[in-house]
């Protein structure tokens, strides 16, 4: 499900009403074209989740620099909501705002089947390949050499943890002596666990859920779901398999919260201190906060996971049907430049997707108010350096989803891990037939 912007907190409304309001209108008040009551042109955005541009302030700074630019963005909560309206839209080159949000699960799909629709932003001005992360330009690029996306940002996987809850259990709280405990294999993690359950404090489990656990483990995999030639492979491919069955006995030992996360009950985990530990990307931090309670400020921190990976991350797109092309290309150049990535991370924690930028005191010297002095920047830069280039297919988010959400879930209710897979193959396989 996420990808990280499918979840995170924000949003104002739904995909469809954004969408029609910005082509339905051709020249209103508020509409998506040039025209409006102070006769300034309207750039539109149709985003998901919060990519955190307005929260930056980075629409002021823009807008104040280009004085005849009026900034609007339609923001949907959920990518679930948000991508199959965009698809419809794209399918018919109409509706469509100037600027477009692509969530990383959905970005092999509409690079192979929408490309045309969309600008080129590779021949964008100030736009250069090398500023980014090789394997994000090279997830919106088609065969041909066509970029469809600039990315915004990355999810490289780290650990949080809450040291309070772990000192109660007797295990280290240093981030660099946990680090080393685990580090090589998820399966040395879920020994920190086992660790953990055998003096855990009452109410507590040492992770989150069994969906935020498998998230991770297949993070840190260069080959899941789909192939190289991009045919499908998740039921013969040992390392998914595995990681399902890992995955699943850590929660038939109760090492994990019986939840499915982004849903109110496993916020309320969140809030209550009811975990140790969870699958972290720069983008959890912010959720995190967004869900603890005041007094849980500074009891959190970070190490770096078993191994490198990442979970999570989006691409702005220009569509060639838009208003307002050429101001869009500007716009959404400017926002996924190096330096505004910087200042997003600062302020928001979405981590680049621009290596240069993580030189910068934005990032060296990042700290969260939940983690204290956890040097963040420094440990997700790391781990985005390291990461696997993965191979993501068309149908990525709808396989994750459904291991975690209808097959791993399962296993917290009783079911058993050979059930809980059959079950989510046959999800799986009934959706990829639609």
């Not at 620099?65 to 963005?73: D, L, R, S, T």
């Not at 307002?324 to 190096?338: D, G, M, Q, R, S």
């Amino acid at each position: 499900m996420r990808a990280r912007k499918a979840v995170v907190l924000a949003a104002v409304a739904s995909l469809g009403a954004g969408l029609l309001a910005g082509c339905a209108d051709d020249g209103g008040k508020d509409s998506g074209s040039s025209g409006g009551s102070d006769g300034k042109t309207v750039i539109t955005l149709g985003l998901f989740g919060t990519f955190g541009f307005k929260e930056a302030g980075l629409y002021a700074e823009y807008e104040k620099a280009h004085p005849g630019i009026k900034i609007q963005e339609n923001v949907t909560e959920r990518n679930e909501n948000y991508y199959p309206a965009l698809v419809n839209h794209l399918t018919t080159n109409s509706g469509l705002m100037d600027i477009q949000g692509v969530e990383v699960g959905n970005i092999a799909e509409v690079v192979a089947t929408q490309a045309g629709k969309l600008e080129d932003l590779s021949k964008a001005s100030g736009v250069k390949k090398e500023n980014y992360l090789d394997w994000k330009w090279q997830q919106a690029t088609t065969n041909e050499g066509q970029t469809i996306g600039l990315g915004t940002d990355v999810g490289p996987m780290a650990i949080c943890y809450r040291k309070d809850l772990f000192e109660k259990a007797g295990l280290p709280t240093d981030r660099e002596e946990l680090a080393k405990m685990w580090s090589g294999d998820w399966q040395k993690l879920i020994d920190v666990g086992q660790k953990y359950k055998k003096k855990a404090p009452e109410g507590t489990t040492f992770m989150d859920s069994p969906g935020g656990l498998m998230s991770a483990i297949m993070s840190s995999e260069k080959v899941r779901y789909y192939d190289e030639s991009g045919k499908v492979i998740y039921k013969d491919n040992p390392v998914v398999k595995k990681s399902f069955m890992m995955t699943a006995k850590a929660a038939e030992d109760g090492l994990v919260g019986a939840q499915t996360q982004f849903q109110p009950a496993w916020d309320t985990t969140i809030a209550n201190g009811k975990f140790a530990a969870m699958s972290c990307p720069p983008w959890m931090l912010g959720y995190i906060e967004s869900k603890s309670k005041p007094e849980a400020q500074g009891k959190w921190d970070v190490a770096a996971a078993p191994k490198s990976g990442n979970w999570g991350g989006s691409f702005l797109s220009v569509p060639k049907s838009g208003k307002h092309v050429k101001e869009a290309t500007e716009l959404a150049a400017w926002l996924t430049a190096p330096e505004q990535q910087a200042k997003l991370f600062e302020k928001r924690g979405s981590f680049p997707s621009t290596p240069s930028a993580y030189d910068t005191p934005a990032v060296q010297n990042a700290k969260n108010k939940m983690t204290g002095d956890a040097p963040i920047g420094k440990i997700f830069a790391e781990a985005a350096q390291t990461s696997p280039v993965q191979v993501i297919g068309p149908k990525d988010q709808i396989i994750g989803s459904a291991l975690n959400d209808n097959g791993l879930v399962l296993v917290t209710k009783g079911k058993s891990p050979e059930e809980a897979w059959e079950t989510a193959v046959k999800t799986i396989d009934n959706n990829l037939d639609k």
